[in-house]
């Protein structure tokens, strides 16, 4: 809700004014660790689970806006950024139900 719609508004100022906005980055790389982790299910709830995918929109924002930065400097920032993409990458798979595989496709070629 709030949050996806935050991003929406940072991810417009981002493509105006990048330089202004460098400092999202480190909370855009910890938001999207909180949303893979394994038990982010349990505490975001059901209502922002979308066929086994914990909030793609937030999170295909998220990546959309780490598009505009070069990797984060911070080596532990850098770690867990690399860790979460392996994640995604790794344990989407296809499957029988159309809307699951689109919404954890969407993740993944963002």
């Known amino acids: 809700g709030v949050v ?3 991003m929406s508004l940072l991810l417009g ?9 460098t400092d999202a980055v480190n909370k855009c790389c910890r ?4 949303l893979n982790h394994p038990n982010a299910s349990k505490e975001y709830g ?3 689970v ?3 995918t914990i909030n793609p929109w937030l999170q295909v924002k998220v990546l959309r806006l780490l598009q505009y930065y070069p990797p984060p400097e911070r080596e532990e920032v ?3 950024l690399c860790e979460v993409l392996q994640k995604i990458i790794t344990e989407t798979s296809m ?7 689109n919404s954890a496709h969407a ?3 963002e």
């Open 78 to 80: 850098y770690k867990r």
């Open 107 to 109: 993740v993944v070629f």
């Open 46 to 48: 059901p209502e922002y």
């Open 13 to 21: 100022l981002v493509s105006y004014n990048p330089e202004l906005w």
């Open 50 to 52: 979308y066929y086994k």
């Open 4 to 6: 996806t719609a935050t």
């Open 31 to 34: 938001l999207l660790a909180k």
């Open 95 to 101: 499957g029988k139900n159309v809307n699951t595989n």
